[in-house]
């Protein structure tokens, strides 16, 4: 079975304009989550959800949204970028919010 | 902002040589999970830690659980160049959502 699916694989934005990220989930599994990985730092939770509904929020401002298909495929969206928001954005699919998630390789966003 | 500290940060070994990282929180967390990440891909799961004082071994990998639930340890005996990596701990919060050090980038050398 294919794992969790990112794209695009590499992204570069210029400060200012909008992005957004694509993850389409382990067949089977209802729950992603997404995270922000900067480099040199673990990562840091964004976003979870659960059957096209948002079940938990990071510490992130409203520049940041998401939202989950009925197909529990999900997208990430950045709006006004900025320099800070350069990182490895990574997806991760489970079958529930508490089972053991499974992470994607990860799209790498680059704003200069 | 890392709740979870890891250390090193960096560790430098020959091969055969054994290693410990360590991740400490000021907070107690339900379970501990280890990752690691290589570059290019997401981290990939090595194990659950769930009870306090728990040892499990995944071959050459020893994970402890502190008492308190609030530290952990991974070991590697006789260490080989495909476990260079960068090794992540995370706390299991609440609706399973994750919360990660800072990693230890462990690089091991022919």
């Known amino acids: 079975d294919a794992g969790v699916t990112q794209s695009p694989t590499h992204l570069i934005k210029t400060r200012g304009q909008h992005v957004t990220l694509r993850c389409s989930p382990i067949?089977?599994?209802?729950?992603v989550s997404w995270y922000q990985q900067v480099l040199g730092q673990g990562p840091q939770f964004i976003f979870q959800?659960?059957?096209?509904?948002?079940?938990g929020r990071g510490n992130f401002p409203d520049r940041f949204s998401a939202r989950q298909f009925p197909n529990y495929s999900s997208e990430l969206n950045v709006n006004a970028l900025l320099l800070g928001d350069s990182a490895l954005y990574l997806c991760?699919?489970?079958?529930?919010?508490?089972?053991?998630?499974?992470f994607g390789p990860g799209t790498r966003l680059t704003v200069l | 902002t890392q709740l979870l500290e890891q250390s090193p940060q960096f560790l430098s070994i020959q091969e055969g040589e054994n290693l410990t990282v360590y991740c400490n929180s000021s907070?107690?967390?339900?379970?501990l999970q280890w990752y690691r990440q290589e570059p290019g891909e997401g981290p990939v799961l090595l194990v659950t830690v769930v009870t306090g004082g728990e040892v499990k071994k995944l071959k050459r990998l020893t994970f402890q659980f502190g008492d308190a639930r609030k530290d952990s340890s991974l070991h590697i005996t006789a260490a080989q160049p495909g476990d260079t990596g960068l090794y992540l701990c995370a706390g299991v919060g609440g609706w399973g959502k994750l919360q990660f050090g800072a990693g230890t980038q462990v690089v091991v050398t022919p």
């Open positions: 907070s107690v967390f339900s379970s």
């Open positions: 067949s089977g599994h209802k729950s």
């Open positions: 991760a699919s489970s079958h529930s919010e508490t089972h053991t998630q499974y």
């Open positions: 959800y659960y059957e096209k509904e948002e079940r």
